[in-house]
T-cell receptor, first 113, second 114 residues
């Protein structure tokens, strides 16, 4: 196990609703990245947070937003859910912003109906 | 754009036989390459990485990968497959554009039969 935890494990939401997913980084890691893994696809980078600031963003609309807290835990918020948002959401923590290795949590399975 | 490709959706191998999972990359500059494994209902587990140095990289669980610059490949290998190796394998490249992110391939499902 990597020491990265995510909650909840599974979540079912209705189209148009809002959702918050949570991630607790490995101890001492100050950088967290979020990825979306649709069924049958590889993970796609959403954004990265470093010391509570957004450090970089992938090709996702603004309704995907995040937060990183002083203890380096993190949240992913998605507004106005769409059916295509159904996916496994993975967070990954890194010791530092430039670290080569990212340690992934088990993911949150989001289903939008 | 920097990317990796995994040309096989699935690889089948008998237990005890050697296995190879293929990955090719398209990168400007020096490639930083990774292999991850995903078991059902689990996140990604890091197997190994190539940053620089020896072309043969050894990783977790007896896996290794061979970096080949001329063929732009980074194939994952194991001399003797186990049934427990059956999982989904992802190749990834690190992309630096002011921040670092991983760009993943589409994954290869490895099925090891007893």
């Amino acid at each position: 196990e990597t020491g990265v935890t995510q909650s909840p494990t599974h979540l079912i939401k209705t189209r148009g609703q809002q959702v918050t997913l949570r991630c607790s980084s490995q101890s001492g890691h100050n950088t967290v990245s979020w990825y979306q893994q649709a069924l049958g696809q590889g993970p796609q980078f959403i954004f990265q947070y470093y010391r509570e600031e957004e450090n970089g963003r992938g090709n996702f609309p603004p309704r995907f937003s995040g937060l990183q807290f002083p203890n380096y835990s993190s949240e992913l918020n998605v507004n106005a859910l769409e059916l295509d948002d159904s996916a496994l959401y993975l967070c990954a923590s890194s010791l530092e912003r430039g670290s080569y290795e990212q340690y992934f949590g088990p993911g949150t399975r989001l289903t939008v109906t | 754009a920097q990317s990796v490709a995994q040309p096989e959706d699935q690889v089948n191998v008998a237990e005890g036989n050697p296995l190879t999972v293929k990955c090719t990359y398209s990168v400007s500059g020096n490639p930083y390459l990774f292999w991850y494994v995903q078991y059902p209902n689990r996140g990604l587990q890091f197997l190994l990485k190539y940053i620089t140095g020896d072309n043969l990289v050894k990783g977790s669980y007896g896996f290794e990968a061979e970096f080949n610059k001329s063929q732009t490949s980074f194939h994952l290998k194991k001399p003797s497959a186990l049934v427990s190796d059956s999982a989904l394998y992802f190749c990834a490249v690190r992309v630096d554009t002011g921040f670092q992110k991983l760009v993943f391939g589409t994954g290869t499902r490895l099925l090891v039969s007893p």
